[in-house]
């Protein structure tokens, strides 16, 4: 007899159910289709753009090398052209040339997912080469793009990786591809100098309204039975402009958007202008890893400015020590909400619900929770759930207050200058027990 006992016979290896075999094919199909749908999604894009876009040569020697390292930040430089190009001129009126109506520092962190927006007034006072001191607009009426870009780098000590600009008709023509954008109102708003006209409440606005809301500088609010001046000037037109651009971005992050992404961009695109570095980069495929970006990553901020009169002209001056400092928190990352608070303190409540005297219980509630209730009183319309309206340098803030609440959503919109918050209560704000 063998000491050694014979090798027991293979055991059968186990089929996999066929359900399971259809069900991982089926995963690895639709994983397949999916990124090919995403690669070419990023190639009709990019193509879009370099086909429509106009890809401008002569700037790109006042343009700082742009960094191959993710984890640098890029800077942008974006004018906001008042071209009437494209554009009804018997609706927002007519002028030879163009010049510099908005414009925008951007830092866009890609490591982080985020981005900071400094807006600048446009009748900031700078040195311009060859004109010595004038209104940093003035640089794109003297010198086109390179002028401009050489102007505000060297004012305010900025590394511009790229430039963009966009004429009036671009603003007006990707809201109208995008279907139109949400913004929230506290009080029905005018300007009759930019034929803006928008209800109190949740609105979707047009190209036109949209543009309308974005050039107002004779912004009015309808306080009760009177229409009232509010941030009339060109520091409440740069908020604005900011609410605007946050407003956009949430447009874009919805899913239908990102399939009709070819189009929207080929629409833009035709109004926009671009350093040529730009136009031959990877712009797509950036716009859409950063697609993410939501209000929450997005910081916005103005340079702080003061009304001054140079040689007859009105002008804007830099406040220091507080501008530099904005400046330098700008260039390193950090908040720029120097010399701010970046709490809600106070308030204003509306009732929204039609529930008699639930404003004023809600805004007891408040005032025990520490905020100053500035106003109560009857929103414009019903609304079936409770709006925190705030501006968009406080939409980090405004988690604190709907926690204090312990319901609503957050909007971005116009507030009154006097608080910070306006709370429009919906059909979710029970009594208070």
């Known amino acids: 007899m063998s000491r050694h006992s014979s090798s027991p016979p293979p055991r059968a290896r186990r089929a996999l159910p066929r359900w399971l075999k259809i069900s991982i094919l089926s995963l690895l199909v639709v994983a397949n289709l999916a990124l090919f749908w995403v690669w070419w999604t990023i190639r009709s894009t990019q193509q879009s753009f370099t086909e429509n876009a106009t890809a401008l040569e002569e700037v790109v020697p006042e ?100 430039y963009v600009e966009v004429g009036f008709a671009g603003f007006q023509d990707l809201v109208e591809e995008l279907g139109g954008v949400e913004m929230s109102f506290a009080y029905a708003a005018r ?38 001046s509010v941030d009339a000037n060109d520091i409440g037109r740069a908020q604005r402009q900011q609410n605007l651009v946050l407003a956009i971005l949430q447009q874009m992050r919805r899913p239908s958007t990102l399939t009709e992404a070819g189009s929207i961009v080929a629409s833009f695109a035709r109004h926009m202008t671009v350093d040529a570095t730009l136009a031959e980069s990877s712009l797509a ?13 997005i910081e916005t901020a103005t340079i702080p400015t003061e009304g001054a009169n140079r040689n007859g002209a009105s002008v804007q001056l830099l406040v220091e020590p507080e501008a530099s400092a904005m400046l330098e928190a700008f260039r390193s990352g950090r908040p720029m909400d120097i010399g701010e608070t970046a709490d809600i303190l106070s308030v204003d409540v509306l009732n929204g619900n039609g529930i008699a005297g639930n404003a004023a219980e809600w805004a007891d509630r408040l ?40 319901f609503g959503r957050v909007e971005i919109g116009n507030v009154p200058a006097d608080v910070d918050a306006v709370v429009i209560l919906g059909s979710d704000a029970s009594p208070v027990s």
């Open 63 to 162: 343009l700082v090398s742009r960094p191959t390292d993710d984890a640098e930040p890029l800077y942008f430089l974006l004018i906001g052209s008042d071209s009437r190009e494209g554009v009804d001129t018997g609706l927002f009126g007519s002028f030879g040339g163009a010049r510099g109506d908005v414009v925008m520092l951007v830092r866009l962190d890609r490591a982080d997912d985020r981005a900071q927006i400094l807006s600048i007034p446009r009748d900031t006072l700078v040195t311009i080469e060859g004109h010595g001191e004038d209104k940093v607009n003035a640089a794109y009426a003297y010198g086109g793009a390179p002028l401009m870009v050489r102007s505000v780098a060297d004012a305010f000590e900025v590394p511009i990786h790229h």
């Open 191 to 228: 300007d009759a100098k930019s034929r803006l006209d928008v209800p109190a409440g949740t609105i979707t606005l047009d190209g036109f309204q949209a543009l309308a809301y974005a050039r107002s500088r004779y912004y009015q609010e309808l306080r009760g039975d009177t229409w009232q």
């Open 285 to 297: 495929e950036l716009a859409l890893a950063m697609r993410g970006l939501g209000a929450s990553d």
């Open 367 to 406: 005032r025990q929770a520490g905020y100053t209730v500035n106003r109560i009183d009857d929103a414009d319309r019903l609304q079936e759930e409770t709006a925190v309206l705030v501006e968009a340098g406080l939409a980090d803030a405004a988690a604190g207050l709907l926690d204090d609440l312990g």
